[in-house]
């Protein structure tokens, strides 16, 4: 697998000359956010031939979108079993088919013909820190029977064999899921919306926004600009205009690093070459640029510098897979997801004109490109499927103290799946243990000869008498013996 995340371009790396906004303009649809799901709508809009001018405040792709594994795969941030219980089975169906959509639009747009270098692989598994196995079966059934999903039900040898650890148990793999270079796909993504006629201005924030009246108006530091639609995507960083919206979501930052490299060490301890993530979200790894291992684990609810969970990946690295050793970390990354409080994205029209696509947290990937299709087609076309998320509506997320409360939420989290996965681990040595010593007894019966024993060659085993006969016998047994020696017995 050939990638990098050190090695791009400079225009990918956003370092080429950046255009900012600097006269009047009009356009039918105006996006502020030049991250996953701002590009996503752009590239979907210019393709059907909607003007799209998109505003970003700082570079394309500079928080989460340009700082994530790559990893894109149906569903969402908010567990299936959750997700039916609070809409019904048949709008579950719809939404996670819509989904399964958006997984599509990534990859046909993500390849080498596209995006040069975007190096894409196949195969996602999901591996449990317990003994899952009755779950597992539940939960394959659900997947193939009710949402039309290829996945397979690893046992925990054939987890073993793909993972050198004892960390894990089983394992649901996912074949149709993939991942690509996240930081080249969105970059990538720019270059497609700019071809297929869309307009993208950095260094350009939003000062304000007036949505009334037919054409909206967008005002810039340098510029202003008028649009008939315009969608906010712009994640945690919306800025003072829009902060009543930004304060619905639960800003969450997700570090990762990437080791040097650790040659055919590597392959003979972790032989999946696809994702690899936890089913506690604690997890999520790959090899990539051949022998290199990308890891994400430590998570805050407030901004840190990357560089300084390098000794925690280390050491979260070390204690799934030992023999690895004291891997040395050459790169860290991170950056900031949006959570809703009910764990959807946040997909739809707010007023007449203005939308809002955000709050994708871990899933962002399929989802942002999901709710690019969605609301393109919805102004274009007047496809009403985004009103599928109208259930979840926008909540406030709580401020600092729901920042201070997402902390602690996520470390009882870890702590308790690191006892969960504790005590399984414990489980499965004394059942080997157990087996271990069964076995060593049956041996030493059978050297002892005090096992069963086995007839004589040649002789036929006596068979067990009928249960009326073996009453008669028992009762024969249990009368006292008479002795008469002129009658015959």
Not at 34 to 41: C, E, R, V
Request: hydrophobic letters at 40%; aromatic letters at 6%.
């Amino acid at each position: 697998m050939s990638e990098t995340f050190t090695s791009v371009s400079q225009d990918e790396a956003g370092f080429r000359e950046r255009t900012r906004l600097s006269f009047e303009l009009d356009a039918d649809i105006c996006v502020i956010g030049a991250g996953l799901a701002g590009l996503s709508i752009a590239l979907e809009a210019a393709r059907l031939g909607a003007s799209v001018v998109v505003l970003e405040g700082r570079h394309v792709g500079w928080n989460a979108s340009g700082n994530q594994l790559g990893t894109v795969m149906p569903g969402f941030a908010l567990p299936l079993t959750e997700l039916i219980e609070r809409i019904g089975l048949e709008d579950a169906r719809e939404l996670w088919a819509l989904s399964k959509e958006g997984a599509e639009f990534v990859r046909a747009n993500a390849t080498e013909e596209n995006i040069p270098g975007i190096a894409p692989s196949d195969g996602v598994l999901e591996v449990s820190n317990v003994d899952a196995g009755d779950r597992l079966i539940s939960r394959l059934q659900m997947l193939n029977e009710d949402f039309d999903t290829e996945v397979e039900g690893w046992q925990v040898d054939r987890v073993s064999e793909a993972l050198k650890t004892e960390r894990y148990f089983h394992g649901v793999h996912y074949p149709r899921a993939f991942q690509v270079d996240g930081r080249k796909y969105v970059h990538g993504l720019a270059a497609l919306a700019r071809r297929a006629g869309a307009r993208i201005f950095e260094d350009t924030p939003v000062v304000s926004i007036d949505h009334s009246g037919i054409r909206k108006r967008i005002v810039t530091p340098s510029a202003r600009l008028r649009a008939t639609h315009i969608v906010l995507a712009g994640n945690i960083h919306l800025g003072a205009p829009l902060r009543r919206l930004s304060e619905t979501l639960l800003p969450v930052w997700r570090y990762a690093g990437i080791t040097a490299p650790l040659g055919e060490l590597l392959h003979e301890i972790i032989a999946f070459k696809g994702s690899v993530m936890d089913s506690d979200g604690v997890d999520h790894f790959r090899i990539v640029d051949g022998d290199r291992l990308m890891w994400e684990s430590p998570e805050t609810t407030w901004a840190v510098r990357p560089q300084r969970f390098a000794g925690s990946i280390k050491r979260r690295i070390r204690t799934i897979f030992p023999q690895l050793g004291n891997v040395e970390i050459t790169e860290t990354f991170g950056g900031a997801t949006g959570q809703t409080v009910h764990g959807m994205p946040q997909i739809g029209q707010l007023r007449k004109g203005l939308w809002v696509a955000s709050g994708f947290g871990r899933q962002g990937m399929n989802t942002s490109a999901m709710a690019g299709q969605l609301i393109v087609r919805s102004i274009l076309w007047g496809d009403e499927r985004w009103k599928l998320f109208s259930p979840f509506e926008l909540v406030w997320a709580g401020g600092a103290t729901g920042r201070v409360a997402g902390q602690l939420v996520g470390i009882w989290g870890r702590a308790s799946s690191a006892a969960a996965g504790s005590l399984a681990r414990y489980r499965e040595r004394a059942r080997v243990k157990d087996r271990k010593r069964e076995a060593r007894l049956a041996e030493a019966n059978r050297a002892a000869g005090t096992g069963p024993r086995r007839p004589p060659p040649g002789m036929r085993p006596r068979p067990a008498p009928a249960p009326e006969h073996a009453a008669q016998d028992v009762k024969r047994a249990a009368e006292p013996a008479v002795q008469d020696e002129g009658v015959s017995q």
